[in-house]
């Protein structure tokens, strides 16, 4: 029965650990399919649109956002959380106090959401951006 309980309480940490914390947009802002403004935009936010952040960039610039089913990243700096009660933007010192956690983009993230998109490219690290012509809105 104790062994039953450990599970259960480690199950539920995993679980809580794993959870996106609620944000919403400040500004009208782009989600873009990587952490910088040289990726393709997944769609343009109108602000006041409710995100789930499912973590941020180890340097807490960009974070990787849910909006909708789409999946992409947000310059920290356009998004809000509520801590202690106040509605707060996600500058640095905020992140980790919020509870969001680090997370990195590669190419197993980028396959993952976007190898249906027509802008996809085999390799997500790009030194130049996508023509706008490929920009899907």
Sequence with gaps: MAFAAVLAS?????????????????????????????????????????????????????????WRGQRGWVSANYMQVTYQGRDVVLRPAIVPVAGIGVVEFNDAYWQRHYIRKPWYRPNPRVTHPWPHVWIVR
């Design 10 to 66: 480690a199950l539920a940490t995993a679980g809580s650990a794993l959870a996106a914390t609620p944000a919403v947009s400040r500004t009208g802002v782009n989600l873009r399919a990587g952490p910088g403004t040289v990726y393709p935009i997944v769609v343009a936010l109108r602000t006041g649109e409710p995100l789930a952040v499912h973590g941020c960039l180890a340097d807490r610039s960009w974070c990787d956002v849910g």
